[in-house]
Every structure is written in structure tokens, then in C-alpha cells.
């Protein structure tokens, strides 16, 4: 079976960019696109971006195990549908999951081969001024945002690998690395 790459941090904190990053430079990486209770935001599509659902289809699919992880995060739902990461897998090609906190607690117990990376900020300050800057929530989802990171900041500790996001192209130096060693790993046990 392929690699499986989690790649996990508070919202803001440049996860999407650093793979975007990643998968330019590794880009036999697949992502594997989750599922959300959230609406798209401008630009996003059903399928490529996330799995767009409602909140009864995601229930209906929590309760028939359809998700390898799921999770709430500011009262919206996200979950990795199982059929998705086992299409890529099966073929043989490695995969890497962007997902929260909760989500990476959960892939960590249903899949331990899985190699974890947590992305941390380089301060809360800066992560304010992340979330604040992207403009897609508002005052009141940004103070929530922050308050679910302040706990998943203080989880760091749990992940083998950590990355701080202070400077993209070294961010993404060290993510590469990260990959590029683990797979070596994985081929020569």
C-alpha cells in the first residue's frame, strides 16, 4: 500500500499552500479531497476542492462508516471518505490529507503507518493576522477559529514531525524532506 502523509494544524496556519507547494515540487503525490458540511467558498468545486455535502447526507454517511476521520470544527463538519483515500491507495499512489487536529487523532488510531506533520505558526499573533487576511470569515468566525487553535497549537507535541510556518520556501524545503525520507523508509524497511 501507498503512503499516507496527514498533513494537520489550526486553521490559517498555510496547510493548503504548503501542499499546493509540496505537490509542485513531489507531484506523484495525489490529494485526497474531503468532505464538507461547509459551503464553497468562491472559485471552489464539488469533487475537486471538497466532497460539497449536506448535513444529513454527512450524517447518514458518518453512521454507515463511510469516513476514515471525520470531525466538527467551527460548527461545520469535514471527514475523509474511506472510497476516496482507498482508490488512490490501492493504485499504488501516495497520498497526503489535509485535515484538522481531530481528524489526524483519528486517521493516527484507524491507520498507525501513516506518517504525521503538524504545521505550526510561528506565533498566534501571526496566525490572527492569517485568518483576519484571507477575509472568508467573519470577526466572530475568526475569534472562534482562534480559540479552537490556542488547544491545537498546545497538541504539537503529539505529531512526529513538525513544521513552522514562518517562511514558505523553507516550510516547504522541510515538508519535501519529510516526504522524501519517509517514502525511502517505507521502500527500504
Known amino acids: 500500500m501507498a503512503r499516507v502523509f496527514v498533513i494537520t494544524g489550526p486553521s490559517g496556519v498555510g496547510k493548503g499552500t504548503l501542499i499546493r507547494k509540496l505537490r509542485e515540487a513531489l507531484p506523484e503525490l495525489e490529494l485526497s ?3 464538507t458540511t461547509r459551503s464553497p467558498r ?14 444529513d447526507e454527512f450524517a447518514r454517511r458518518v453512521d454507515a462508516g463511510d469516513f476514515v476521520e471525520h470531525a466538527e470544527y467551527s460548527g461545520r463538519r469535514y471527514g475523509t ?9 490501492d493504485a499504488g499512489h501516495p497520498v497526503v490529507l489535509e485535515i484538522e487536529v481531530q481528524g489526524a487523532r483519528q486517521v493516527r488510531t484507524a ?3 501513516a506518517v504525521q506533520i503538524f504545521i ?6 501571526t496566525l490572527r493576522e492569517r485568518l ?12 472562534a ?21 514562518a517562511d514558505l520556501d523553507a516550510a516547504v524545503r522541510e515538508l519535501v524532506d519529510i516526504v522524501r525520507a519517509e517514502t525511502a523508509a517505507q521502500a527500504h524497511p
Do not use: C, W
Open 33 to 35: 479531497v474531503s468532505a
Open 42 to 55: 468562491t472559485g471552489e468545486q464539488h469533487g475537486v476542492d471538497y466532497h460539497f455535502l449536506d448535513a
Open 81 to 89: 471518505l474511506r472510497e476516496e483515500l482507498d482508490r488512490r491507495t
Open 111 to 113: 491507520m498507525p503507518e
Open 120 to 125: 505550526a505558526p510561528p506565533s498566534t499573533d
Open 132 to 143: 483576519t487576511g484571507r477575509g472568508t470569515d467573519d470577526d466572530e468566525q475568526v475569534a
Open 145 to 165: 477559529r482562534l480559540r479552537v487553535a490556542v488547544d491545537e497549537i498546545a497538541a504539537q507535541n503529539e505529531f512526529r514531525h513538525k513544521v513552522i510556518n
